[in-house]
């Protein structure tokens, strides 16, 4: 558990979970095209969007309360960008 | 439809609640609560990015384009995944640099500038006014829908609703949110009002959609059913083959991604207002999640109108219309809240900051330039108002001139697109090191106008503001530049266009310019520090102390590091710690750059002493300890001071060497000042001491004498003398001196008239007076008694401005006392008096104290003994009553009482004593009573007492009058004596009961000896009566014979001749009547036999009715009684009346004979005796079902009705005294209850009466 809320904690999944977000918020469009019925159509954008405030949710309560700052002598560590 | 007053007043209603709120919050925060800083009212702010546009165009753009809507949600919860990195860098950027909108940030970033600030703003403002128009146009077309006017107004107020909802919108705006100048202060009322804003909309949309979903049609698989075999099958459907639909899809998430932090009003709530970063990640998934709620029952909503057959025109308004003409009115003026809070917190957030950016941004800069709009300096605020009322009419203009011609959504893109130009400069400047100002201005600059020349014209050419031609053939005919199709690029969405032109533009030049152009070393700096930014604190920064930034802890541990390498752990720790104290830092945790250039300062200077000032300067420039950037803002700091000071680097040199040479004649003159504070200091403290001393004795005798030898110890005086007023205040006694100094004291000096001498004369001025012996003073100081005087002082002692006495200081050098030192022996004086003061009073309070606890002690026991007073009181199981002689009130009652009567101790005190006394007589007069009890102290009577529920009480109450001093009162004590009262009543009637047995006991008593006697005497009657039976049977037979002789005998006699012996004979004959006597002769004998036989029925009756040796139950003939007891008392009745016999064939009955005889012979007796001459009396007896009856009528006086019911009761008689017991009734009717029978009487007086008995045949007795 502790490894996981460390990798939560780290920039790099957050932009894996902005590439899941893409994915999944444009995956609908082609693979339910030949769906005429809304009802899989809606529950393909609702759910995978519930996911990821699911997500987001955890990745929220796993931040540590105080902000570790970087300091800049602590190399290794990397910097925010 | 609702009227528009109605609405007004909804609207206006609900603002007022919300300003409640707002006002409530701020005022809390005051107070420390914390309502408005907490993470989930920080979260739901943010929803004030659900808009109109949200409440009512997401179902627009369902209804027209399908699931695109949903774009503009998703996109804003991609760009909150990265929110933890970039959104908190904003919030930290914006503590520091006190931030106070999207421009300002901007500004501050590349080298606050002016230009870039006024273009940032001038794209706000104009990005924003599609956004204010869309609202306006919400809120109007909402408010003409549910008024029902429609197109055709029908009062002033939906004629002019648009103007009236933008003042009202201006008038929250300014109460709201610009109500102070200085806008980086956090508007928590604001922000909590937003908060409940988007509670309201979310809620007001969620109940339309569940009413469309669930009341208007069977849930979401009705809903997609109907929709599916509808012309709108395809609605959701989307073309994933045509690359145009991911163009679209891309743009729309671009956007909306850009739109959630850079659209100024989110700018502001979630940066300006952020109070802490923690709460960032309570926003990052509780405002994704309100998005997906709002938008749940978004595609119902349009399918649900479609379906219904509105038009696909009007699904802006479904959420609206169809509540209102399918629903509860209720519901429609809710969503019509719903979305009119939609509208209000964006036009309100929107137009505040707005407001704040041009008056910054734009109006202040003019101000600086034009010299004559400098008054309105002071009047910013105004300016603010102004800014927020002119945003708002703009937008109003813009909905006005060309809302008409776009749905909400389109307008609203408009704005996201405009706002999609700051992304560019914002996250270029957060992430990259080389963003410079010149890309920013550049950048910006062209993705403006490109949005203009791409987006915002084409709206104008629509709207016919601009000719068609400009859109068909380009400005001046030129086809490349085309608005619609720039550069010859066609087949896309007017919005990818625009989209992909603008950050073309946009990204390029802002890049391009950047790397080109020079930057200056302050947009170096600051590009580091907002790209370094998260290296700081935040904890440390959001403190506020944005100058106390460096933490002291880290750079003592590197200090010690330093010192280690030359010194020992203890040496090291010494410097640092005398370091500390010069720089003033000793106690601080977080310190500024300058205490820190002071502490370096301070330690290297302290290092130099142990290996020489070069090389602890060299050991300290290589030591880090001061990293880069603290020293550039250390440089900064001194730069910025030289430069406000104004001054060339020559002046500089000369004011530091005229400083120096001030600063040796300073270092000379205060180590002087430092000498003779140090003793006065000396003197200070000692007097201090002795003052303390003194407050810590509280005796005063002991205290007078101890000061004196404190003084003369500390202060090496030669004598030290207190003198203190008399009750006169004309003379000072001696009250303590010096004995050290002086054995015996002269007794001219045991007291001192005042005004004469140096001591009379310090008390009558009320200063110090000073004398010294230069041999000609006439005080004459030196004495006898104190020959080595040489100055001498007196000062008075003052309490509270009362001169009390005075202190009398003599020293044995000259010139001791001087106004150097005057002032420590006149604190001392005042301690002195102080002390005094004190220490009288102490002595006057602990004697207080002391009474007061021995005060306290009796009245705690006595409270005790109150209180078990009391607790005897309310346990007694009787009522005690305690009242006012004067008034008759109740004073105080017990439990008992109010268990008693019903009534609470409360009511009781509001009522009187003859509120309860029940059944007074008229006479009764509650004054005489008192007067009655004041003469004999107490009474005792039996009375009622009323309940509360009206029933009554009997009672004895004992009352007693009570005088206490000058008080007196009534004090009762009542009894129930309902108990006793039953007893008693028991008692009697146990008493009746057991007299009534008793008398029956007797009767029974009586009559089993009167069957003894009759038994006895029937016994010796009977034997005589057999004699005189059978002798009168044998003389019957000897008289017939007799008889049948003398009969033959006169044959013979009357048939023989002698007839002289025939005349003799027949002679004698005549003379004893022996006719006479033959004749009745025969007749006696048989009245004997009949009398003898007749006693002997007699005495058989009565042995019958006696029935001695018949005591027990057993079967018998009823009428054979009743004939036995008719023959016992025939006597008594014979003369009174006849006796009529009806009896019926009776069967036997299983009885006690005796007993029964003895009820027939009640009846009989009492039935002669109703008879008062002559009468009749008629026994019937007859058979009933399984009873046998037996009636006895006379027809005597009858009984009276009034008496009838009581005849059976013991000892009730209509007879005189002494002749009847009233008991015979009474026994009857317990002899046929003891048979199991039933006796009744019928009586009409004057006609006579009837008993009937009726008894079982199967006695079960």
Redesign the interface.
């Known amino acids: 558990m502790k490894k996981l809320k460390s990798v939560l904690e780290h920039y790099e999944f957050h932009v894996l979970l902005f590439i899941l977000c893409i994915i999944m918020f444009f995956s609908p469009l082609f693979i339910l095209s030949d769906f005429s019925t809304p009802g899989p159509i809606l529950l393909s954008f609702f759910i995978p969007w519930a996911l990821i405030i699911a997500i987001l949710y955890f990745t929220g309560q796993s931040y540590s309360k105080r902000d570790t700052s970087r300091h800049p002598d602590k190399a290794g560590r990397g910097t925010d960008v | 439809m609702f009227s528009s007053v109605t609405v007004i007043s909804a609207v206006c209603l609900y603002v007022a609640f919300l300003f409640i709120i707002a006002l409530w919050v701020e005022k809390g925060s005051k107070t420390g609560r914390k309502l408005a800083r907490s993470p989930a009212v920080y979260s739901l702010a943010l929803a004030v990015y659900c808009t109109s546009w949200t409440f009512y165009g997401s179902v627009g753009k369902a209804a027209s384009s399908g ?1 695109l809507f ?2 503009i949600y ?1 996109g804003p ?2 760009a ?3 929110w ?2 970039v959104l ?2 904003l919030v930290r950027l914006k503590t520091i640099n006190r931030t106070t909108s999207i421009a300002d940030f901007i500004s501050s970033r590349y080298g606050k500038s002016q230009s870039l600030a006024a273009i940032a703003t001038m794209l706000a403002l104009i990005g924003t006014t599609p956004y204010i128009a869309l609202q306006l146009k919400a809120v109007n077309t909402t408010f003409s829908i549910i008024t029902g006017s429609g197109s055709a107004p029908d009062s002033w107020i939906q004629s002019n609703v648009g103007p009236i909802v933008v003042v009202l919108m201006a008038l929250f705006t300014i109460v709201f949110g610009v109500r102070k100048l200085d806008p980086t202060e956090r508007h928590e009322g604001m922000v909590t009002a937003l908060a409940v804003e988007c509670v309201v909309k979310l809620f007001a949309f969620m109940a339309a959609g569940i009413f469309v979903t669930y009341f208007m049609y069977d849930g ?2 009705d ?2 059913t109907r ?2 075999a509808s012309p709108f ?9 045509d690359v145009r ?2 163009m679209i ?2 743009t729309y ?1 671009l956007i909306s991604m850009s739109a959630i932090l850079f659209l100024p009003r989110q700018f502001h709530v979630a940066v300006v207002e952020n109070s802490n ?2 709460h960032i ?2 926003a ?2 509780m405002f ?2 309100y998005m ?1 709620l709002i ?2 029952f978004v ?1 119902p909503i349009a ?1 649900g109108g479609l379906l219904k057959g509105y038009s696909v025109q009007q699904a802006d308004t479904f959420v609206l219309s169809l509540p209102l003409n399918h629903g509860p009115s209720i519901l429609a003026m809710l969503v019509f809240i719903g979305g009119f809070s939609a509208a209000t917190g964006m036009i309100m957030v929107s137009s505040m900051t707005t407001s704040t950016m041009m008056t910054n941004h734009l109006f202040l800069p003019v101000i600086e330039r034009i010299k004559v709009l400098a008054p309105l300096r002071r009047h910013l605020l105004k300016v603010r108002w102004f800014g927020v009322i002119a945003i708002l009419f703009i937008g109003y203009a813009f909905q006005k001139l060309i809302g008409d011609s776009h749905t909400l959504v389109n307008m609203g893109i408009i704005s996201f697109v405009a706002v999609l130009q700051f992304a560019p400069p914002i996250i270029g400047g ?2 990259w090191r080389k963003a410079g100002k010149a890309g920013a201005l550049l950048g910006l600059s062209s993705g403006f106008f490109m949005w203009c020349y791409t987006m915002l014209l084409p709206s104008f050419a629509r709207s016919g503001w601009l000719p068609d031609g400009f859109l068909d053939y380009g400005p001046f005919g030129i086809n490349y530049l085309k608005p619609e199709s720039l550069f010859g690029l066609t087949g896309v969405d007017p919005l990818v266009h625009t989209v992909f032109w603008t950050m073309f533009f946009n990204i390029g030049l802002y890049i391009l310019g950047s790397l080109f152009a020079e930057k200056s070393k302050n947009e170096v700096n600051l590009a580091n520090d907002f ?2 930014i ?6 440390v920064i959001s403190r506020g102390k944005e100058s106390a930034c460096i933490k002291l802890e880290e750079k003592l541990t590197s200090l010690t590091d330093l010192l280690g390498q030359y010194l020992t752990a203890e040496e090291a720790g010494n410097i640092i710690n005398k370091s500390l104290i010069k720089a003033g830092i000793k106690d601080e945790k977080i310190i500024t750059i300058a205490d820190l250039a002071q502490l370096t300062s301070e330690a290297e200077n302290f290092l130099s002493g142990f290996i020489g000032a070069a090389a602890a300067h060299q050991a300290f420039s290589q030591s880090g300890l001061i990293t880069k950037r603290e020293k550039r803002e250390l440089s900064e700091m001194y730069a910025e001071i030289l430069a406000d000071m104004s001054v060339s680097p020559e002046e500089i040199q000369k004011k530091i060497d005229y400083y120096k040479d001030r600063d040796m004649l300073m270092a000379r003159q205060s180590a002087e000042l430092e000498r003779k504070v140090k003793e006065r200091t000396r003197d200070l403290e000692a007097a201090a001491e002795l003052g303390h001393a003194a407050n810590s004795i509280l005796d005063p005798e002991k205290l007078r004498q101890q000061v004196v030898d404190m003084i003369q110890e500390r202060f090496g005086l030669y004598y030290v003398g207190l003198y203190l007023l008399d009750d006169t205040r004309e003379w000072a006694l001696l009250h303590a001196y010096s004995t050290e100094t002086v054995k015996v004291i002269m007794k001219s000096r045991y007291r001192t008239k005042i005004g004469e001498g140096i001591i009379g004369e310090s008390i009558a001025n009320a200063r110090a007076s000073v004398a010294d012996d230069t041999g000609n003073n006439k005080t004459q100081l030196s004495t006898p008694d104190l020959p080595d005087t040489r100055s001498e002082i007196a000062l008075p002692l003052r309490i509270h401005d009362i001169i009390v006495g005075a202190i009398d200081l003599r020293s044995s050098k000259f010139n001791a006392f001087n106004k150097d030192n005057l002032p420590v022996f006149q604190t001392l004086t005042d301690q002195i008096a102080m002390a005094l003061n004190n220490a009288q009073l102490y002595n006057t309070v602990e004697g207080e104290l002391t009474e007061r606890r021995r005060t306290e002690t009796e009245l705690e026991e006595a409270y005790s003994n109150l209180k078990l007073f009391r607790d005897l009181i309310n346990q007694s199981h009787e009522a005690i009553y305690v009242c006012e002689p004067a008034t008759a009130r109740f004073l105080d009652v017990n439990n008992a009482a109010c268990k008693m009567l019903g009534y609470s101790e409360e009511e009781f005190l509001k009522m009187k004593v003859i509120d309860i006394q029940s059944a007074l007589p008229d006479s009764y007069s509650w004054e005489m009573h008192v007067e009655t009890l004041k003469e004999k102290e107490s009474s005792f009577i039996e009375g009622e007492h009323k309940r509360k529920d009206g029933s009554t009480l009997p009672v004895e109450v004992s009352i007693n009058y009570i005088l206490r001093g000058k008080k007196d009162y009534i004090v009762a004590v009542a009894r129930d004596i309902t108990s006793r009262q039953k007893a008693e009543k028991r008692i009697e009637e146990a008493y009746a009961e057991l007299k009534s047995t008793q008398s029956q006991m007797l009767q029974r008593e009586k009559m089993a000896s009167v069957g003894q006697l009759a038994a006895g005497v029937a016994h010796e009657i009977n034997n005589p009566m057999g004699y005189i039976s059978s002798n009168l049977n044998t003389l019957n037979k000897y008289t017939a014979n007799l008889l049948k002789f003398i009969e033959a005998q006169s044959k013979i006699i009357e048939s023989s001749q002698y007839e002289e012996c025939r005349r003799e004979i027949n002679a004698l004959r005549k003379e004893l009547k022996l006719d006479y006597i033959t004749e009745d002769l025969e007749g006696l004998i048989i009245e004997s036999l009949d009398g003898a036989e007749r006693v002997k029925v007699i005495v058989q009756n009565l042995k019958s009715f006696s029935r001695i040796d018949e005591a027990e139950c057993k079967l018998a003939d009823i009428n054979e009684c009743i004939d036995s007891t008719l023959n016992i008392v025939w006597n008594e009745l014979k003369y009174k009346a006849s006796v009529q016999k009806d009896y019926g064939e009776l069967p036997p009955v299983k009885c006690y004979p005796q007993q029964l005889n003895q009820v027939i012979m009640n009846l009989l007796v009492n039935a002669g005796h109703s008879i008062e001459k002559e009468g009749e009396i008629i026994i019937k007896t007859w058979n009933g079902d399984k009873t046998i009856k037996v009636s006895i009528s006379d027809n005597g006086c009858g009984i009276p009705e009034d008496k009838i019911g009581r005849i059976f009761e013991p000892f009730f008689t209509t007879k005189e005294i002494g002749e009847g017991t009233g008991l015979g009734l009474s026994i009857c009717y317990d002899i046929v209850k003891k048979h199991n029978g039933d006796i009744t009487v019928e009586s009409n007086p004057g006609e006579g009466t009837t008993f009937t008995i009726q008894l079982p045949v199967v006695s079960t007795i």
Do not use: C, H, Q
């Open positions: 699931m949903l774009t998703l919860t991609m909150i995944v990265l933890w990195f908190r860098k979401f698989g809903i997609f929709l599916s099958k395809d609605l959701l459907k989307t073309d994933g083959s639909t991911y899809w891309s998430l970063e923690n990640k309570t990052v998934w994704p999640l997906l938008n749940i595609v399918a957060l992430f790209v370094d998260m290296e700081f604190d935040s904890a």
